[in-house]
């Protein structure tokens, strides 16, 4: 039954059961690291790039609370 696939977060594609690969990575809006489930290691790599990038450059700007 394929209803409950897991979704890869990088490239958003259903992966397989046994096929997922997880890992503890950085969300941006949380603190600290969540389990989320990646294709093969080049997704992984990949996002981790684009998530320390991203936090690279938002942080020091602040949001509408802090003005």
């Known amino acids: 039954m394929n209803l409950f696939r ?3 977060e990088y ?19 949380f603190i600290g690291t969540y389990p989320k ?4 290691l080049e997704h992984v790599i ?6 320390d990038e991203y936090l690279k450059n938002s942080k020091g ?3 509408s609370c802090c003005g």
């Open 6 to 8: 897991k979704k890869c």
């Open 11 to 29: 490239c958003k594609t259903k992966i397989n059961k046994g096929e997922e690969i997880p890992r503890d990575v950085k969300v941006p809006g």
């Open 37 to 40: 489930y990646f294709c093969c």
């Open 46 to 51: 990949n996002y981790k790039k684009e998530v």
């Open 61 to 63: 700007k602040g949001g």
